[in-house]
T-cell receptor, first 113, second 113 residues
Framework: AQSVTQLGSHVSVSEGALVLLRCNYS??????LFWYVQYPNQGLQLLLK??????LVKGINGFEAEFKKSETSFHLTKPSAHMSDAAEYFC???????????FGTGTRLTIIP | DSGVTQTPKHLITATGQRVTLRCSPR?????VYWYQQSLDQGLQFLIQ???????AKGNILERFSAQQFPDLHSELNLSSLELGDSALYFC????????????FGEGSWLTVV
């Protein structure tokens, strides 16, 4: 079965600094990978997804993620953090066995003014 | 706005009681998913319906049940509530049953006292 591990339950960056949220996956087959964002008191919103096309995936709000098979990683980045990026971010992998999304434990991103 | 509507947004009830959470999927989506998000368990898949039929079960307790109606809205019934059932319950929907891209509602906060 596929799984994802998010490194760092809390990440703080200064406004304007690079955002890097880490996600590593485990999968015996080419994975489908996703990043979701959850703003305070809201549901999960799809940021971007990788489904075996281009390895660099661009999402909403200036975020992007790069699929690196050699590193089994799918880290989320944004060049310049904005205060509005403060949220919880979830990496997820599509589990082909039960056709369900399996979510990581989440990373809470705090932006320092 | 994902287009997935959940009611109620907040609910406080006593132990032993029964509640019903309601979900309307995005227009055109045939598949509905229920997830539970709690501090200690993270985001857990509960159950999926596709076009009125149960398609997959996850970590759903026997005290919980769900159904999807002919108009495609879904209800999650939680009975004999315990303090540990306090959580954020999400509904999500997708157009097909594969579940590789799903859209979440804003959730229903359940507090059991």
């Amino acid at each position: 079965a596929q799984s994802v591990t998010q490194l760092g339950s809390h990440v703080s960056v200064s406004e304007g600094a690079l955002v890097l949220l880490r996600c590593n996956y485990s999968s015996s087959v080419p994975p489908y990978l996703f990043w979701y964002v959850q703003y305070p008191n809201q549901g999960l919103q799809l940021l971007l997804k990788y489904t075996s096309a281009a390895t660099l995936v661009k999402g909403i709000n200036g975020f992007e993620a790069e699929f690196k098979k050699s590193e089994t990683s799918f880290h989320l980045t944004k060049p310049s953090a904005h205060m509005s990026d403060a949220a919880e971010y979830f990496c997820a992998v599509f589990n082909f066995g039960n056709e369900k999304l399996t979510f990581g434990t989440g990373t809470r991103l705090t932006i320092i003014p | 706005d994902s287009g997935v509507t959940q009611t109620p947004k907040h609910l406080i009830t006593a132990t032993g009681q029964r509640v019903t959470l309601r979900c309307s999927p995005r227009s055109g989506d045939l598949s509905v998913y229920w997830y539970q998000q709690s501090l200690d368990q993270g985001l857990q898949f509960l159950i999926q319906y596709y076009n009125g039929e149960e398609r997959a079960k996850g970590n759903i307790l026997e005290r919980f049940s769900a159904q999807q109606f002919p108009d495609l809205h879904s209800e999650l019934n939680l009975s004999s509530l315990e303090l540990g059932d306090s959580a954020l319950y999400f509904c999500a929907s997708s157009v097909d049953p594969s579940g590789n891209t799903i859209y979440f509602g804003e959730g229903s906060w359940l507090t059991v006292v």
